[in-house]
């Protein structure tokens, strides 16, 4: 919670604004607060904005003495133009298989993990969680050397397999999970095993579609975490139909310099997908966000 | 032929005893039910039964066949928890099939079992709804109903009516009663209410501190306790308690003294009778608000039930013994009373609790 809401000042403010409104009609203290709020909102947004609008501007029109807030000529070119000369469309596949791959496996692998740290009785289970809340504190990019030499090894590199293997770790996922499953009521675990449910049963029938809230709030920030991820596809990948759409983006310059508009266009093109799933599951994505802030925290 | 057998049953937790020694045989289709104060181990026990809890020491016999090591499904009973435990995101028709899929039942055998079942406990119209959408009387029959389409040789209840207001509770409790006479099965029920025990149960169990006080029938738990825990325990107001400060004998019955109060004599046997550290029991409705009664004291409270008044009264000594008079009692607190003792009623206790009782 605390980690979520100092990272958005505007959750902290407008929260604190409608408290005080209920104490007092008319209060100068959260006019303030909602004013500030409204200021960072635009510090935050306005680059965005302003990609948007560079990307749909001819590339003649981009750079100008004056700050133009509009362009003066709308236009689709530069758009058209990273369809046209960049393999974007093969990136895009290539970014949905390795996302959806490294969600699927880990929401998977994670899910069983935690229901048999959480409700499995077997010798190590202890050890085994320590190991799993240790693996926590290490930064993924500690052993990119290690990973790329192992998958180097495996001859991997520059394949989808090689791209997902390696993002598949997620301590965070099996903790939410677990604190989940832990959380079930044990009624139900017994009357499944009067009911003769194996473990398989009630994990599959019960824990799971309990849960599947968590399910989807936590496949959408992998997937979100796995679609965003730079440094290792980058590593992991060189031949550039291969590539995924954000190490792609940063292949689309050519011998006549920068071209902001094409640029933006493709860097626009890469969020898209993203934004949009935000857009659609605002709701769950913040809830996995305070999910995975309360374990943080 | 599905007789539950218990024999010196114990269990720890840890170092913690919680039972001692149970032992009992239950009959096939006789309604037992657990009664006793929180935490006597009620639930423990009824777990144990359904392989929910392991036993430290003893063996449970279930139909002729030792079950104490199987896993709860091997044991052929049901069990309703007392949160009811329904899955939330499944119907209730899936509610009730699920126990059956897990061993593979034909389709059309589990719909027309869950039907049945359905029909009997009148929530066929409720079948495709999920528990959320069902009130707590629903969701009650639903948790049994899944017990029954299982065909258990036993249902195991715990506290299984704790969750409903006081006029459901009463109305499911009748129900209950009626599908046990219907269906005929072993019925075990906790509960540590002891109305529900006296009008449900073929035979109460009742349990205090790591031990069975008493098994017997609710008349017997209620005219003949054999502890003197099981006297103040059942019966509503609790069975009066008044120090014996003498006892003798009259043609082989017992009188006793106590408060100072002209004795008192009794139909239990002088033979036998400890003569020190006795407690003299009786319940209400045997100590009558008489003009002519034997016994002297003063008012300190009284109730009005509508149909009874019952009349605690000091003695002499201090001790409070509850009398009964009838519902528009003219006594007011303060006021001297005469109470007349039934004495064919009576009972005593020893220091050790053990009661005495009239021959049967
Ligand atoms: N898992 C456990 N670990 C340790 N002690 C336990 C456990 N379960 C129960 N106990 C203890 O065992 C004793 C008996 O508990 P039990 O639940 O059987 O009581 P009960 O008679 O059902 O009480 P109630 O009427 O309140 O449900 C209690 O003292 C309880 O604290
Ligand atoms: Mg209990």
């Not at chain 1, 990307?55 to 003066?72: C, N, W």
């Not at chain 1, 399910?215 to 991820?229: P, S």
């Not at chain 2, 359905?118 to 069902?134: F, G, H, S």
Request: aromatic share 8%; with cysteine.
């Amino acid at each position: 919670m605390s980690v979520a809401d100092s990272r958005n000042p505007a959750v902290d403010a407008s929260g604190t604004a409608t408290a005080q409104r209920k104490l007092r009609a008319f209060d100068i203290g959260g006019l303030i607060l909602t004013l500030i709020t409204l200021v960072f909102a635009i510090i935050w947004a306005f680059p965005i904005y302003w990609g948007v609008i560079t990307s749909l501007k001819p590339e003649s029109q981009v750079i100008s003495k004056t700050v133009e807030l509009l362009p003066r000529t709308w236009t689709f070119d530069a758009y058209w133009e990273v369809f046209a000369n960049t393999m974007i469309g093969r990136w895009y596949v290539n970014s949905l298989v390795t996302s959806l791959g490294v969600t699927a496996i880990t929401l998977v692998t994670s899910a069983l993990t935690a229901y048999a740290l959480s409700q499995l009785r077997f010798p190590g289970r202890t050890v085994l969680w320590y190991l799993i809340l240790a693996s926590f504190m290490v930064p993924l990019t500690a052993l990119i050397v290690n990973h790329f030499i192992l998958m180097a090894q495996l001859s991997l590199i520059n394949t989808w397999m090689g791209v997902i293997l390696p993002q598949l770790i997620h301590p965070v996922v099996i903790i939410v999970y677990k604190n989940f499953f832990d959380s079930v009521p044990k009624e139900y675990r017994e009357a499944a095993k009067m009911d003769s449910a194996s473990e398989w049963r009630i994990f599959s029938r019960i824990y799971l579609p309990m849960n599947w809230g968590v399910t989807t709030a936590l496949a959408i920030v992998t997937f979100i975490g796995a679609w965003n991820a730079f440094l290792w596809p980058f590593l992991a990948v060189s031949k550039p139909d291969m590539m995924n759409v954000a190490v792609g983006i940063t292949q689309v310059n050519d011998a006549f310099g920068v071209h902001y508009a094409r640029d933006l266009a493709a860097a626009i093109l890469a969020a898209l997908l993203v934004a949009l799933l935000y857009l659609v599951f605002q709701r769950r994505v913040t809830q996995a966000i305070m999910l995975s802030a309360g374990v943080k925290g | 032929m599905s007789d539950i057998v218990l024999k010196e049953v114990s269990k720890s937790f840890g170092a913690v005893s919680v039972l001692d020694k149970v032992s009992m045989h239950i009959q096939s289709g006789e309604f037992i039910v657990f009664l006793g104060p929180s935490g006597c181990g009620k639930s423990t026990l009824l777990r144990m039964i359904a392989g929910l809890e392991d036993v430290t020491e003893g063996e449970i016999h279930l139909g002729g066949r030792r079950v104490d090591q199987l896993p709860p499904n091997e044991r052929g009973v049901a069990m309703v928890f007392q949160n009811y435990a329904l899955y939330p995101h499944m119907t209730v028709r899936d509610n009730m099939s699920f126990g059956l899929q897990n061993v593979g039942t034909p389709k059309p055998e589990i719909i027309r079992r869950v039907d049945d079942a359905a029909r009997m406990l009148e929530i066929t119209q409720l079948l495709e709804r999920k528990p959320a959408q069902l009130s707590g009387g629903q969701r009650q029959r639903v948790a049994i109903g899944r017990a029954i389409v299982r065909d258990p040789k036993a249902f195991l209840l715990d506290e299984p009516l704790s969750n409903l207001d006081a006029g459901l509770r009463v109305r499911t409790r009748l129900e209950l009663a009626q599908l046990h006479n219907r269906i005929r099965a072993t019925m075990i029920f906790v509960t540590h209410d002891q109305t529900e025990a006296m009008t449900l149960a073929t035979r109460i169990v009742v349990m205090n501190n790591r031990r069975i006080e008493q098994i017997g029938t609710p008349m017997e738990i209620y005219s003949r306790p054999a502890t003197r825990f099981v006297a103040g325990f059942v019966g509503s107001p609790a069975m009066s308690f008044l120090p014996v400060t003498a006892v003798s004998d009259v043609g082989g019955k017992a009188a006793f003294s106590f408060a100072g109060q002209t004795p008192v004599t009794t139909s239990v046997p002088f033979a036998g009778l400890p003569t020190s550290s006795l407690t003299f029991g009786i319940r209400a409705e045997a100590a009558l608000v008489d003009p002519n009664g034997a016994i002297e004291g003063v008012a300190d409270v009284v109730e009005r039930l509508g149909e009874r008044s019952l009349i605690y009264t000091r003695l002499a000594d201090g001790s409070t013994l509850v009398a009964e008079d009838n519902g528009v009692s003219t006594v007011q607190a303060g006021d001297p009373v005469r109470i007349a003792i039934d004495g064919n009623a009576a009972m005593v206790f020893d220091d050790a609790g053990k009661a005495y009782h009239a021959a049967a």
